[in-house]
């Protein structure tokens, strides 16, 4: 299965100034709207048709994407894992000084991401090839 | 913008090794394995409950994770030193199996081990003489 991804900036979300976490991605305590809990399901890439990227898109992108630039850092756009320091992590892809590397980064809902941020979402799964009959 | 609220990427550029290793394992678990941090780390980083329908289903478990770049491996085994002696024995007081997890973040690879195979005779664990133990976790798993 192949995932289509988007990469964008903070700013291009609407967010010249940076933005929180919950503006971004949607946060534990969003609601639908009959009021019932819905977590992750607000947030600014809900108005672009964005959708969260599954837990395990980092560690292949990692590996897939071995010509990343240099300095290029990636947030993934993800529900964030809570670990056992109690804080909410999502990966993030990075080219750094030591080499392409799998980073941690706490995503808290109040945390701000500046403006030239980039986050990867999730476009949907590639349309499956048509079988020849 | 708020300037009270800091940006969140100057001040964590680089996370801790044991987090990247710990989120790793976390995003590689099958679906219907629920990770659940524990309220506070004592020497587990968390449980895993299964609910996947499968013969594992409500299978519940406690983890602990050993980050490393480049782990050592001797003689077919992932060496783990420095492991504090009390955590471990708080694995073997829990009713509770906990599963222990070896982690190569450089290669992306992990090595488990029931805490009740690593060690040959709790004369092992209760020997005071050290705070503590070394734990070898088979190359093979």
Known sequence: ?133 | MNKDIPTNQSGEAHSHLGDQGELWFAAMLPAGWAWQPPRRDLGKDGLIVIRDGTKLHNIEFSIQIKTSARPTIVDGHVVIPSVSRSSVQYWFASPLPTLVVAVDLTKRTGWFAWHLDLFRSPKELFQPNTKTVTIRIPQAN
């Not at chain 1, 999502?90 to 799998?102: D, E, M, N, T």
Request: some cysteine; glycine content about 10%.
């Open chain 1, 1 to 133: 299965m192949k995932l289509r991804i988007a990469l964008l900036r903070v700013s291009d979300l609407g967010f010249p100034e940076g933005a929180l976490t919950r503006e971004i991605i949607g946060s534990d305590n969003d609601r639908d709207l009959f009021g019932h809990p819905a977590p992750f399901t607000g947030g600014r890439r809900r108005e672009f048709g964005l959708e969260l990227c599954p837990h395990d898109l980092a560690p292949h992108l990692c590996l897939e994407y071995a010509d990343q630039p240099a300095g290029e850092r990636l947030h993934i756009a993800m529900k964030p894992i809570t670990l056992s320091d109690g804080e909410p992590r999502i990966f993030v892809v990075a080219h750094g000084p030591s080499g392409l590397s799998l980073d941690a980064v706490r995503a808290k809902s109040d945390d701000r991401w500046a403006p030239d941020d980039i986050f990867v979402f999730s476009l949907g799964r590639e349309p499956e090839a048509q079988e020849q009959t």
